[in-house]
């Protein structure tokens, strides 16, 4: 990973996956949809993407493969110790990479840029996009 401003690490509950980003993120996602429910154990699920030349990976992780909505799939990477999933890749958007924003050692500076999947968003959860720089 070469001299980007920003650099970013990020780690399962136990520590033995990793993931490390160098530069800004592509974008950072709240997502409503029942996978990302289900998956978080969570009302939403929040994924910073980042350029997949951007990221490198320490540690041995299992992982799980299922359709995404597209009908094309989505790898998620989880820690086979901990369970927790560390990032996943989506068929569809092979560049990109996304990090579970809770796997951050400081996750305060990493808002969501956007709110998807909007129909199933749980209606006691509400974002204001407006107090974000």
């Not at 989505?74 to 890749?89: A, H, I, K, Q, Y």
Request: charged share 20%; hydrophobic share 35%.
């Amino acid at each position: 990973m070469g001299g980007a401003r920003n650099a970013a690490s990020g780690n399962c509950s136990c520590g033995e996956l990793s993931i490390a980003a160098d530069g800004e993120p592509v974008k950072i996602s709240a997502c409503h949809c029942r996978a990302c429910q289900r998956r978080t154990g969570s009302a939403f699920g929040v994924a910073v993407f980042f350029h997949a030349d951007q990221t490198e990976t320490s540690g041995v992780s299992t992982s799980y493969i299922r359709s995404g909505d597209s009908g094309k799939s989505v790898e998620f990477r989880f820690c086979p110790s901990c369970g927790s999933t560390v990032f996943w890749m989506a068929e569809f958007r092979k560049e990109l990479v996304a990090v579970s924003l809770g796997c951050f050692a400081d996750p305060s500076s990493l808002a969501p840029t956007q709110s998807v999947y909007e129909e199933s968003r749980l209606e006691w959860v509400v974002f204001d996009f407006t107090k974000l720089t």
